[in-house]
């Protein structure tokens, strides 16, 4: 099993920056693509920014340009920087990661969410 446990969401005005942090432990051999999606109110989820283990990074057309994502794979850790922040951006952001167990079987994980709300 796998916990991802995310932190840094709040509130902040329209024009400022957040920076969420994701953290993975468990039975973890390795991680290949972990990021963040996000689902506002009636909404499906979206991607925001994921990035491989290589560094090959995926983008929500939405974030291109405010948004930027990194990892620390000795930590397995996961960053999305987030700036120029729009009332739009509010959700709540979900922390995923995709798996390599030690048994050599890939599983996909979610973490809890944690709510980003920008609002003056």
């Known amino acids: 099993q796998v916990q991802l446990v995310e932190s840094g969401g709040g509130l902040v005005q329209p024009g400022g920056s957040l920076r969420l942090s994701c953290a993975a432990s468990?039975?973890?051999?390795?991680?290949?693509?972990m990021g963040w999606y996000r689902q506002a109110p009636g909404n499906q989820r979206d991607l925001v920014l994921t990035i491989t283990s290589g560094g090959t990074t995926n983008y929500g057309d939405s974030v291109k340009g405010r948004f930027t994502i990194s990892r620390d794979n000795a930590k397995n850790t996961v960053y999305l920087q987030m700036n120029s922040l729009k009332p739009e951006d509010t959700a709540v952001y979900y922390c995923?990661?995709?798996?390599?167990?030690?048994?050599?079987?890939?599983?996909?994980?979610w973490g809890q969410g944690t709510q980003v709300t920008v609002s003056s």
């Open positions: 468990g039975n973890i051999f390795s991680i290949d693509g």
């Open positions: 995923y990661a995709r798996v390599l167990h030690f048994g050599r079987r890939y599983d996909d994980y």
